[in-house]
């Protein structure tokens, strides 16, 4: 019964420091969750865009070649940046096969509505392949509500808008001027729609005088 005793009391000891260690972090409510985003290479394509590129210098300003590209559109025709000269433009970055984009999408169609009949363009641009992914692309857009003016971005296009970091989502707001007033990635959920109205906001504050263009 002595030899009993201690065996009992190392015992639970044993059970008490089991149980500590696999206590759970409570994160606190007052403190946001890290942005969610889901890396290019893990695409079904991973040759197509911008997947373990070496990142580029961060963009102030689109350059000319880019602004001037035409852009194909996801229904038909195309069309240029540079057509929406005078304007905020918001640039979204999403793709068909990234949970964190079908999870944007709600939040950013609310600031798109809000934003009906002001000097405001929306844009969404997809890095997959059209020639590969069309299929997959249309019943993404047939399962969410999708209002921006949707386009393919071929692989320089992506490059240089998220600056050869390879994750999706990505969102810039251009002020009219032509200079990127801000540039963030990943989705967080419940803030990345204010965040997108707040630099909305402040973009159609700011002055419109031009710009020098980069090369």
Excluded at 104 to 129: C, H, M, N, Q, S
Aim: proline share 9%; net charge positive; charged share 25%.
């Amino acid at each position: 019964m002595k030899k009993l005793f201690p065996l009992i009391f190392l015992a639970v000891i044993l059970v008490n420091a089991a149980a500590q260690s696999g206590r759970r972090v409570v994160r606190s409510p007052s403190q946001p969750d890290p942005p969610i985003q889901a890396p290019v290479w893990s695409q079904p394509e991973p040759e197509r865009p911008v997947a373990r590129l070496e990142a580029k210098p961060e963009l102030t300003i689109l350059p000319e070649r880019l602004l001037e590209r035409p852009i194909k559109s996801l229904d038909k025709g195309s069309f240029r940046l540079a057509d929406f000269n005078g304007k905020v433009v918001v640039v979204n970055m999403w793709a068909s096969w990234c949970p964190p984009c079908r999870s944007e999408v709600p939040e950013y169609e609310k600031v798109r509505k809000a934003y009906v009949g002001r000097e405001v363009e929306f844009i969404g641009l997809t890095p997959e392949d059209p020639q590969t992914s069309n299929g997959r692309v249309q019943q993404f857009l047939r399962s969410v509500n999708f209002g921006f003016r949707l386009g393919w971005a071929d692989r320089d296009t992506a490059y240089t808008l998220m600056n050869g970091q390879g994750t999706l989502p990505q969102t810039l707001v251009i002020a009219a001027s032509g200079r990127i007033i801000s540039k963030w990635h990943g989705y967080s959920r419940s803030q990345s729609g204010d965040r997108l109205r707040q630099t909305i906001d402040r973009a159609l504050s700011q002055a419109t005088a031009p710009v020098s263009q980069q090369p």
